[in-house]
């Protein structure tokens, strides 16, 4: 890997979300600034997704907490999913006719363990070594596990790309895909860390609701026919994870498909647990935006925010992104378009800039004032596990200016440039 002869790099980043919706993809380039090397350009070549085969999906959704799942289950799912992983990268770079210099292929989160607020280990499956081979380029892999051996959270990753993309201004800057996470940006030392649930107990209540049949209410349309249990919401804003102090991380071995019915039992509300499905539905949407609110309150407090930005497949659901922009007022909410960063391929251009920066050796997560990173690890650590190792010939690229990275600029989305 030797990078451009323009002294860029091109990266291919993979993404799949909590949600398990899609694999998507983003073959961006990256070069620093000749006039500033602290600034780096991105130019994204190409994105796109790839579709979940159904059945392996719910294989994956099967093995997801609360489900219990044996060895040999993970390792089946390793192999699968590593292959999806595969096939999504060479698909992304056929369709795009684009050369690459490495792949970042995440892998698939089954299992995100976290105690009395402190992450002690993290589980990702898709088999790396089935990526490399198929497309005969280095993969970077395993992203989370080095910020939490340093006594980070590992999660989020994206304050990273919300920085350095719309630091610009004071910005609160989410993402809400299965969990919701929020940024706070542009405002001195970064904060960040996960909301709680995004979309992950909607699609569960959808799925147990339709036997495995459906897994979304689609556009919110049955969210939008429901009335909220205020009871059973008061019994869900009493989960003890909304008083953890930031930066904080969940995933669905929390906020599982028996989440719901734990809290009601907690409350005494054994008997309203299961509501109507339309009312059930309105509930968790009133739950996922009153959590995101008030942790963009609470971390954006004395801080003068501008705007908030949201992107994932939550700012998809009508009826959620209307309740959170009303709660949110006067701030307005839009999405990362107007700095040239498609919404759905959020995430996986993030992949991609991790990729450059461990490709240059430099952390993939922020630094705090006292030099700690915003993941509440002790010190920001470059991110990652290289296939095939470097022993076995991966020649990182002698790119020019390894220093660090202070500001991306990403050119206007063409519906920009012709509106």
Not at 69 to 97: E, K, P, V
Not at 152 to 172: I, K
């Amino acid at each position: 890997m030797s990078g451009g002869a323009d002294g860029s790099l091109t990266v291919l980043g993979l993404m799949s979300g909590t949600s398990v919706d899609a694999i998507d993809t983003a073959l961006v380039r990256f070069t620093r600034d000749g006039a500033d090397p602290a600034v780096l350009r991105g130019e994204i070549l190409a994105t796109g997704e790839q579709p979940w085969d159904p059945g392996l999906r719910r294989e994956i959704l099967a093995a997801l907490p609360p489900a219990s799942a044996d060895a040999g289950t993970w390792c089946r799912l390793h192999a699968l999913t590593g292959r999806a992983f595969a096939r999504a990268a060479r698909s992304a770079l056929g369709a795009s006719g684009e050369r690459a210099d490495l792949v970042v292929s995440p892998g698939q989160t089954l299992f995100h363990g976290v105690e009395d607020g402190r992450a002690w280990g993290t589980l990702q499956v898709g088999d790396p070594a089935a990526v490399a081979a198929a497309t005969g380029l280095p993969v970077l892999s395993d992203v989370r596990s080095a910020d939490i051996a340093a006594g980070g959270q590992g999660a989020p990753l994206v304050p990273l790309l919300d920085e350095l993309l719309l630091g610009d201004e004071p910005s609160a800057v989410l993402n809400i895909g299965g969990i919701a996470n929020c940024s706070i940006v542009g405002a001195g030392e970064v904060v960040a860390g996960d909301t709680g649930p995004g979309n992950a107990l909607l699609d569960a209540a959808v799925l147990r609701a339709s036997g495995g049949r459906e897994h979304v209410d689609v556009d919110g349309r049955l969210a939008a026919r429901g009335t909220i249990d205020e009871e059973l919401l008061a019994a869900l804003l009493a989960d003890p994870f909304y008083a953890r102090a930031f930066p904080r991380s969940t995933g669905r071995e929390h906020f599982d498909a028996d989440h719901v019915d734990r809290c009601a039992a907690r409350a005494g509300l054994t008997q309203r647990a299961d509501p109507p499905l339309e009312d059930l539905l309105a509930t968790l949407v009133e739950l996922t935006a009153r959590t995101i609110a008030r942790a963009v309150a609470d971390l954006g407090r004395g801080r003068g925010l501008r705007r908030v930005v949201g992107s994932g497949g939550g700012m998809r659901n009508p009826v959620l992104r209307a309740r959170l922009a009303e709660l949110l007022d006067p701030l307005p909410l839009s999405g990362p378009e107007s700095a040239g960063l498609p919404a759905d391929a959020k995430e996986a251009v993030l992949m991609a800039l991790i990729g450059a920066m461990s490709a240059h050796g430099l952390p993939g997560v922020l630094a705090r004032a006292d030099g700690s990173a915003v993941t509440g690890a002790r010190r920001p650590v470059v991110l990652g596990s290289w296939t095939p190792p470097p022993a076995g010939g991966l020649a990182l690229p002698s790119l020019p200016h390894r220093g660090p990275v202070r500001r991306l600029l990403l050119p206007p989305l063409p519906s920009e440039e012709t509106s």
